[in-house]
């Protein structure tokens, strides 16, 4: 098995993942001192909520790395009566890291994108996984605006592992109006040219020549394209079709 490669270079080694990680997790444990704030970002849950859903994300890395398999059933996010959310994560994030250390990132295991079936992917899916719930956790505690934003390597490396999740076809979405418009995102040192068909989207690392331009910096970007709150200093201009059908195309995959 080898990495799926990233559109436009972005993909970091594996222990800069493992590293960028243990950062942002002890930075979001940091900003989870209070339990019952809402959390901006994610409508209806608190940071208990937030770090419950994690403690159901790692729960299940270390069963699917364990096993090389989908890990099935439910409750993988319940937290003990008398346990404190922090101290579970706490231990379940060493419990993933033992493991995420421990594997060669080309070595198989399963993962949900059949494309990218290796340990690799669980290095850079966690790794901006952890970074986005940080930000979140943050902005739960400091306000949007005092929240850090993404460190700007990974978080070009987010938007390039979103824009390829695009690259798949969903017949269930349908762009009615999508004829091959185009539009250029860039953030930082790196672009994409995207393309936009009825039924799939076609991205190309690099600049060229399009219809609609999308830019901010990588954190900015990247948490737009999320879908969270705030000012994140996007600037548009061009085809506004195109970057209506963008944003509408990222908007049914639930991003």
């Known amino acids: 098995m080898t990495l799926h490669p990233s559109i436009d270079g972005t993909r970091l080694e594996a222990t800069e993942y493992l590293d960028l990680l243990d950062l942002d997790f002890e930075a979001l444990l940091e900003a989870s001192g209070d339990l019952g704030l809402d959390v901006p970002g994610c409508p209806g849950w608190t940071i208990a909520d937030l770090l419950s859903h994690l403690v159901s994300v790692l729960r299940r890395r270390v069963v ?6 989908a890990p099935e059933g439910r409750g993988w996010g319940e937290i003990a009566e008398g346990m404190d959310v922090r101290d579970v994560l706490r231990e379940v994030y060493g419990d ?5 250390r421990s594997r ?3 070595e198989k295991t399963w993962s949900f994108r059949p494309e990218e079936q290796t340990v690799g992917f669980w290095h850079r899916r966690l790794a901006h996984e952890i970074s986005v ?12 605006e005092g929240a850090d ?3 700007p390597v ?14 798949t076809s969903h017949p269930e979405y349908p762009q009615a109006g999508a004829t091959g418009q185009t539009v250029l995102m860039s953030a930082g040192e790196h672009s994409w040219r995207i393309i936009l068909n009825p ?30 709150p705030g000012e994140h200093g996007v600037a548009t201009m061009g085809d506004p079709v195109a970057l209506r059908l963008l ?3 990222i908007a049914a995959r639930g991003f």
């Open 104 to 106: 060669d990132q080309n």
């Open 64 to 69: 699917s790395l364990d096993l090389d398999a």
């Open 199 to 228: 039924m799939s989207v076609e991205v190309v690392g690099g600049s060229g020549d399009a219809g609609a331009l999308m830019a901010a910096e990588p954190s900015g970007l990247l948490l737009e394209m999320w879908g969270r």
């Open 96 to 100: 993933v890291c033992v493991r995420l």
């Open 149 to 151: 934003p993404i460190d």
């Open 133 to 144: 719930h940080r930000w979140d956790a943050q902005s739960a505690s400091r306000g949007i």
């Open 247 to 249: 944003r509408e195309h």
């Open 154 to 167: 990974l978080a070009s490396d987010g938007i390039d592992e979103l824009l390829g999740w695009l690259m």
